[in-house]
Structures are given as structure tokens and as C-alpha cells.
């Protein structure tokens, strides 16, 4: 596609429930990064896919987060066991290789809300 | 770790007026610094990036950051603003030559008005 797509738009669940957020990259990009945009927390680095290479998950806040990359395009966020201090906009990013100074395209967010 | 601070939380002009936001990061090898901006109700998307070469660099939209090393700054500037340059504004910052990670830190992020 022309750009980073993101699905939901808009989530909104119950605590404890588990959540699937969905990210399309910029087709041929091969690095894709999930980031976490929350109030007076700025934004979060959660994990970062490139290639076949296996994923930085340093920036993942705990294990109820998760994250795969399917046939290396589509990638799918997990949070199990969903908190309160969850609820933020869930930013994905694509770049061509993931090397350092690439400009990273962003998509639109999820913006998640935990009741 | 790498760390970004944005000096200004929320800046109000009035249009033609110059602007200045303050950007500084902790890191004391080569850096890549980027500024995205954030229209009301749109994405994030790259203002402008430094990677090497002339420190001064120059954006979409008027737009312009200096590289400092000495002060491990990287403020972006603009002589005269615009009613549409209502924004967030985000200074960014990852690991520069030799490395793959790409993975950016961000400031918190500094929220322009501009009155008309």
C-alpha cells in the first residue's frame, strides 16, 4: 500500500481481556517497529522486527505484550490480560532496511482504551 | 541508554513570529536526530533528519534544525511561523554508524499553537 495501515482504529475492552492490534507496513519495507504513544509518558519504544533476524523486545513494559511478524510484512501486537495502564495509541513504523538514520513511516495508531 | 530532552512542553506564538524549540539527548557516540511533527487528527511524519555532513539541516515547510555536537543539541527553528503550523512536535534520536538498530528515542514531545 501507499502507506503504514493500522487496524483497529479504535479499540475499547475490558480489563483483563486480551487484545490483537494489527499493523500493514509500507510493502518491500523490511524493518517494522511497534511504539507506544501514552499521556505524560511521551513515546515508547515496545519491539522492533528486521528480516529474519530475531526481534528486539527490549522495549516490551511487561509479558503480557507480545508481538510476531508473519511472512515478514503484517505483524500482529498481543496484550494479554489487558490493565488500565494500558490504554495509549499503539504506534506501528516501517523503514526500508532498519538501519539507523532511515526515516521510519508511521501509521495512524490504535488508540486503546481499557475500562 | 539513550535519552531525549524537549525543553518546552507547549509553546504559544502568534503567527510571523520566529520559533525555537530545544532539543538535547545523552548519547556519546554518533547520532541520527530527527524531528517529526504531528498535525491535529494525523500521523506522525518526518520534518527533517540529520545523519552527516553540514550540521545545519533544512525541512519541509521553512523548517531548519542545527546539529551542536559540543552541546549534544539539536534545535529546530523556524524565522516565521504559520496559523498551520499548529502542532506536537517531536525530537528523535537513535544509534548512528555501524549499528542496525533503528529503533528511535523520543522526546516528550512539545505542542505548538499559533494564534492568528
Known amino acids: 500500500g501507499a502507506g503504514v495501515s493500522q487496524s483497529p482504529s479504535n479499540k475499547v475492552t475490558e480489563k483483563g481481556k486480551d487484545v490483537e492490534l494489527r499493523c500493514d507496513p509500507i510493502?518491500?519495507?523490511?524493518?517494522l517497529y511497534w511504539y507506544r504513544q501514552s499521556l505524560g509518558q511521551g513515546l515508547e519504544f515496545l519491539i522492533y522486527?528486521?528480516?529474519?533476524?530475531?526481534?528486539?523486545k527490549s522495549g516490551l513494559p511487561s509479558d503480557r505484550f507480545s508481538a510476531e511478524r508473519t511472512g515478514g510484512s503484517v505483524s500482529t501486537l498481543t496484550i494479554q490480560r489487558t490493565q488500565q495502564e494500558d490504554s495509549a495509541v499503539y504506534l506501528c513504523?516501517?523503514?526500508?532496511?532498519?538501519?539507523?538514520?532511515?526515516?521510519?513511516?508511521f501509521g495512524p495508531g490504535t488508540r486503546l482504551l481499557v475500562l | 541508554a539513550q535519552s531525549v530532552s524537549q525543553h518546552n512542553h507547549h509553546v504559544i506564538l502568534s503567527e510571523a513570529a520566529s520559533l525555537e524549540l530545544g532539543c538535547n539527548y545523552s548519547y556519546g557516540g554518533t547520532v541520527n536526530l530527527f524531528w517529526y511533527v504531528q498535525y491535529p487528527g494525523q500521523h506522525l511524519q518526518l520534518l527533517l533528519k540529520?545523519?552527516?555532513?553540514?550540521?545545519l539541516v533544512k525541512g519541509i515547510k521553512g523548517f531548519e534544525a542545527e546539529f551542536i555536537k559540543s552541546k549534544f543539541s539539536f534545535n529546530l527553528r523556524k524565522p516565521s511561523v504559520q496559523w498551520s503550523d499548529t502542532a506536537e512536535y517531536f525530537c528523535?534520536?537513535?544509534?548512528?554508524?555501524?549499528?542496525?538498530?533503528?529503533?528511535?528515542?523520543f522526546g516528550r514531545g512539545t505542542q505548538l499553537t499559533v494564534w492568528p
Open positions: 510493502s518491500g519495507h523490511t524493518a
Open positions: 540529520y545523519f552527516s555532513g553540514d550540521p
Open positions: 513504523a516501517s523503514s526500508g532496511r532498519g538501519a539507523s538514520g532511515e526515516t521510519q513511516y
Open positions: 522486527f528486521q528480516g529474519n533476524s530475531a526481534p528486539d
Open positions: 528523535a534520536v537513535n544509534a548512528g554508524r555501524g549499528s542496525t538498530l533503528g529503533r528511535l528515542y
